[in-house]
């Protein structure tokens, strides 16, 4: 016979839930920051708020990002902009969905020859929007685009993500789990 109560996990997971949440934006910004291919780019995650859906990813013109012909490499502009629609959509959705990377564009608009910057955003209302087009268990499609900018706000690049969302218990993906603390819904 168990000394623990047959709820344990849960308990165990709000406990965790109660603590860890003064900890986790700091230490999410700290792990971005210090990911090998984030610190070889230069990339540098300048804010991040999973719960206000919002992120500011800079760069730096360095000898370790520079093309050929010394602007920034394209490949870096794209890094910059690529795991934050996801991260912050899981977030901001909770346990009880899905979220996938389904496809991207990056458009050049001119080269980057100083530091450039791309600010991500989410508004509330979009959680709102996705909740409902995914409530019968259909895949949801949704479009994002966010611009890369330099020091003086010139347009560099724009990218365009798009992210398939589906209610966990439709989902043939139903393994998926985030490394990051998301809210628990039952």
Not at 59 to 86: A, R, W
Not at 113 to 129: D, F, H, L, Q
Not at 163 to 183: F, N, V
Request: aromatic residues 8%; hydrophobic residues 40%; contains cysteine.
């Amino acid at each position: 016979m168990s000394v623990l109560p047959s709820n344990f996990e849960t308990l165990k997971r709000r406990a965790k839930q109660s603590i860890m949440p003064l900890l986790t934006p700091h230490l999410l910004k700290l792990r971005l920051n210090t990911y090998a291919p984030y610190i070889g780019a230069g990339i540098k995650i300048d804010h991040i708020s999973l719960d206000q859906g919002l992120c500011v990813v800079s760069m730096e013109l360095t000898t370790l990002n520079k093309n050929i012909v010394g602007t920034q490499f394209g490949g870096s502009l794209y890094s910059m902009v690529d795991p934050f629609y996801m991260l912050m959509l899981m977030h901001q959705l909770g346990s009880n969905y899905v979220v996938w990377d389904k496809s991207s564009h990056i458009d050049f608009i001119a080269p980057g020859n100083s530091k450039v910057t791309a600010r991500m955003k989410i508004p509330s209302t979009e959680v709102i929007t996705i909740q409902e087009l995914a409530k019968d268990g259909e895949a949801v499609f949704r479009e994002y685009q966010v611009d890369i900018v330099d020091d003086q706000q010139k347009l560099i690049a724009t990218v365009t993500k798009t992210l398939y969302i589906r209610l966990r218990k439709y989902s043939k993906s139903k393994e998926q789990a985030s490394r990051i603390e998301t809210p628990h819904t039952e």
